[in-house]
């Protein structure tokens, strides 16, 4: 995972509630066995039947926030969702609230999900939409997001902030202990099932 | 102060606890299938680590498989390549593996159960949303990502938090031909597709422990649907002689060792929810759902909504871009919407009850001449049961297919797929845009209504179809 500290780019105002992970990336496009290239399945629907759509427009080609309405990542488990936007181009998400899972995932994968008010998320919107060239900035260290002379605060408890600057990963960390969980199996009891035919 | 069900089994697995850090919790069981593990063993092997625990993994094919002849090559040479990376995977690192076709392969969240494999007390997880379902059990079951699948891997643990706690309390008895795809779907409909965001639900109740095993799959089973990441009930006697005799399950002195330790596994009367919901079962009618998510549902017997009714801004943005994808016109009485395709099948109602409800209906009876109906059984023993029973003769009689076992048109991974603007009932989990089948529009409904929408060809009660034959 690639360490994050602060990112400043342009943003495209998603004005959807409820963005569920089919529409992210359908399941035809999780098929693929690698961690990369799923940006063929990003919003795939949206993009191929809605000339409408934020990211059909050329003014927002390039940008790396993406700002949705509540309930952004609803739906499956699927990695592949945070994956096809780090594959697009997209370092951060903001929106209201997020699907537990998908905001999970996105601790784990180096796409920062940041929770606004609904108020100020929609001030973002209205302001990228105004100005597709707006410069956002998403400062993790100082737990803030900025624009033009706006600056909002966001949460974010201090373990997780740590461990996305640090870019470290679960798997490191959790090895350190192994003598914890040497300790817990040991006193498993014996009876808990096993997948070893029978 | 007393402590709730998901908290003591999340206690019992705290494997380290420090300030400021998330626990790392033990996982008892993790299920594993070809879409979301190929990236986490190639981590493994690009780390150079091992599979700790591979006698508590166990995995299937389930998503991508073919429903028609399951023991020839896959077709598409992607949805192979993703089955042959897991077989590969699971033979290099030791993991028991149920290929097409064979006895124990099926949807991830009907083999663990049917196998024993899901008892009260465990953790349990899979890189799949609806592991929730084996909350049934009394189980802190839930969905993971592939980064945590791959972690899960390496050291059978996890870096988790606490959630809240939510009590679904459902008193009463449920009228005749409602069933838990009724209750979780009007519960969804109640609290919202986020009611239940940061917590785990706790489905209590005199309605809920008269439910059985499989009714309560159903129920848990959508626990993510109205955005909780877990769901349970707690284990009682119903459990225990579901498990008992199971191929896991444990024998002799462990099983008398075994049911003593789930006895205790209850909620403390003075513990206390973060946030209660209370539900009068009968007060419940089959539901079904007008939108493209599952908090769009509504009585079998009411209406298309008018997105102006709806007093939040949201919800009538929500509602004008579902009546507009799914094509339907408010005021439209729900029982008018026809239907081209009945789906029966999926981790919610795939399992040997669901195929009964559906083939009482249909015995005797033909599937109206302008519908396909497909009935795809959760996992091979499913199948195998049904074909004892002779269902699937029921189901081919009246005109439907029987196929073999997967999750087929709940995602339509594989071939199973509605066409563009084609509708169905679908006893699945899911009506977002597309889900069956790009521009596929999807009702979900209880295995009662499937059946009886597939004799009408439009959504049909089970109660409808009595009084036409009365
Ligand atoms: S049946 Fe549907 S919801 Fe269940 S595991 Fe398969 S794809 Fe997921």
Redesign the interface.
């Given at each position: 995972m690639d360490a994050f500290t602060t990112h400043t780019g342009t943003a495209a105002p998603l004005r959807?509630?409820?963005v569920?992970t089919?529409?992210i990336i359908?399941?035809?496009y999780?098929?693929?066995?690698?961690?990369t290239g799923f940006e063929d399945g990003l919003f795939v629907?949206w993009r191929t039947n809605e000339p409408d759509f934020v990211l059909n427009k050329p003014e927002y080609a390039g940008a790396s926030i993406l700002v949705a309405?509540?309930?952004f990542g609803?739906?499956?488990?699927?990695?592949?969702a945070?994956w096809a936007l780090l594959d697009g181009g997209f370092k951060v998400v903001i929106s209201p609230?997020f699907?537990?899972?998908f905001r999970?995932?996105s601790t784990?994968?180096g796409l920062l999900t940041v929770v606004l008010p609904a108020a100020d998320v929609e001030a973002l919107q209205d302001a990228s939409e105004a100005d597709p060239t707006l410069q956002v900035t998403v400062d993790l260290g100082a737990r803030e997001v900025r624009w033009a002379d706006r600056t909002v605060a966001f949460e974010i408890d201090?373990?997780t902030r740590w461990r996305l600057m640090e870019g470290l990963d679960?798997?490191g960390?959790?090895?350190r202990?192994?003598e914890?969980?040497d300790a817990?199996?040991a006193q498993?009891?014996?009876?808990?099932?096993?997948?070893?035919?029978? | 102060m007393g402590r709730t069900l998901a908290q003591k089994v999340y206690e019992q697995h705290v494997?380290?606890r420090t300030e400021?850090?998330?626990d790392?919790l033990?996982i008892?069981?993790h299920l594993v299938h070809e879409?979301?593990s190929?990236?986490a063993f190639?981590?493994l092997r690009a780390?150079g680590?091992t599979v700790?625990r591979?006698?508590?993994?166990?995995s299937t094919e389930d998503?991508?498989v073919p429903t028609t002849d399951l023991l020839a090559p896959i077709a598409?040479p992607?949805?192979r390549?993703?089955v042959e990376?897991l077989r590969k995977n699971t033979a290099e690192f030791g993991?028991?593996q149920a290929p097409m076709g064979t006895r124990d392969q099926g949807i991830v969240h009907v083999i663990g159960p049917q196998l024993?494999?899901t008892?009260p007390g465990?953790t349990i997880v899979c890189?799949?949303?609806h592991?929730s379902t084996h909350g049934a059990f009394g189980a802190l079951a839930f969905?993971?990502?592939?980064?945590?699948v791959?972690?899960v891997l390496?050291?059978?643990?996890l870096?988790q938090r606490p959630a809240k706690q939510m009590s679904v309390r459902v008193d009463g008895e449920l009228p005749v031909g409602v069933s838990a795809k009724d209750i979780i779907l009007a519960v969804i409909a109640e609290i919202g597709?986020?009611g239940g965001?940061?917590h785990v639900i706790e489905y209590r109740g005199t309605a809920i422990e008269g439910l059985s095993m499989e009714s309560r799959m159903t129920i848990c089973n959508m626990s993510?649907e109205a955005?909780?990441?877990a769901g349970l009930i707690a284990p009682d006697e119903t459990t225990f002689a579901y498990l008992r005799g199971r191929?896991?399950?444990?024998r002799g002195a462990?099983?008398d060792?075994?049911v003593a330790?789930w006895r205790e596994l209850r909620t403390d009367e003075d513990a206390e929810f973060d946030r209660e919901v209370v539900i009068d079962a009968a007060s419940l009618t089959p539901y079904v759902t007008w939108g493209t998510?599952p908090g769009q549902g509504l009585p079998i017997s009411a209406s298309v909504p008018d997105p102006a009714d709806f007093a939040d801004e949201?919800d009538r943005?929500?509602a004008e871009?579902a009546l507009a994808y799914m094509g339907l016109t408010a005021g439209t009485p729900m029982r008018d919407i026809t239907v081209d395709t009945v789906f029966l099948g999926s981790c919610t109602n795939g399992r040997i009850e669901d195929l009964r409800v559906a083939a009482e209906l249909l015995r005797g009876r033909k599937v109206a001449a302008d519908t396909r109906m497909l009935v795809v059984p959760g996992s091979v023993a499913v199948k195998q049961q049904a074909e004892q029973e002779g269902l699937d003769a029921v189901f081919t009689e009246a005109g439907a297919e029987w196929r073999g076992a997967g999750c087929s048109m709940c995602?339509?991974?594989n071939p199973d797929q509605l066409q563009p603007g084609e509708r169905s009932a679908s006893t699945s989990n899911?009506n977002?845009?597309?889900?069956q089948g790009?521009g596929g529009r999807t009702h979900l409904v209880s295995p009662a209504v499937a059946a009886a929408t597939a004799l009408t060809g439009k959504l049909t009660a089970p109660a409808d179809l009595q009084e036409v034959s009365a």
């Open positions: 959807r509630s409820a569920d089919d529409q359908p399941a035809e999780l098929k693929r066995i690698t961690r629907a309405g509540p309930d609803t739906g499956s488990s699927r990695e592949h945070n609230r699907a537990d899972i999970n995932n784990k994968s201090d373990y679960d798997i960390l959790t090895e202990h192994l914890d969980i817990y199996e498993r009891p014996s009876w808990k099932p096993t997948t070893t035919p029978v | 494997v380290r400021g850090e998330p790392l033990y008892d069981l879409v979301t190929p990236q190639d981590g780390a680590r700790r591979p006698d508590l993994t166990m998503h991508n598409d992607v949805s390549a993703q990376a993991i028991r024993g494999l008892q465990m890189g799949d949303s592991t969905g993971i990502g592939t980064s945590e791959e972690h390496a050291t059978q643990t870096p597709t986020n965001q940061g993510i955005g909780a990441r191929e896991h399950s444990p462990d099983w060792a075994a330790a998510n949201t943005r929500a871009s995602l339509g991974m899911r977002f845009q597309g889900r790009k």
